[in-house]
């Protein structure tokens, strides 16, 4: 079992940065692909992106590519998202997500563990 606590959340202005991190618990957390999905009002939950266990490859979502970076600290068993130039669109509840396999995947029934995400406001 695998426990997610995600953390960094808050209302910010558009363009400004936020980062977000991830703490796993368990003792193998470099054997797990990580992820990060969102979800905003009314709408399902999207994938933005992830990276696989040793942290080599990254997967992005086309609207996040460029602005937003997973990154993971394999000795701290967390995962990070750093959030640049923000947009109200990014508006949503950021979840974390374990995947019990080292590759990186972009749909939500691929992961295994889920936190219990939180809320990113960006205000125009």
């Known amino acids: 079992q695998v426990q997610l606590v995600e953390s960094g959340g808050g209302l910010v202005q558009a363009g400004d940065s936020l980062r977000l991190s991830c703490a796993a618990s368990?003792?193998?957390?470099?054997?797990?692909?990580m992820g990060w999905f969102r979800q905003a009002p009314g709408k399902e939950r999207e994938f933005v992106a992830a990276i696989s266990g040793g942290g080599r490859s990254t997967y992005y979502a086309d609207s996040v590519k460029g602005r937003f970076t997973i990154s993971r600290d394999n000795a701290k068993n967390t995962v990070y998202l750093q959030m640049n130039s923000l947009k109200p669109e990014d508006t949503a509840v950021y979840y974390c997500?374990?995947?019990?396999?080292?590759?990186?995947?972009?749909?939500?029934?691929?992961?295994?563990?889920w936190g219990q995400g939180t809320q990113v406001t960006v205000s125009s």
């Open positions: 368990g003792h193998t957390f470099s054997s797990y692909a």
């Open positions: 997500a374990a995947r019990i396999v080292p590759f990186g995947a972009t749909t939500q029934n691929e992961y295994d563990y």
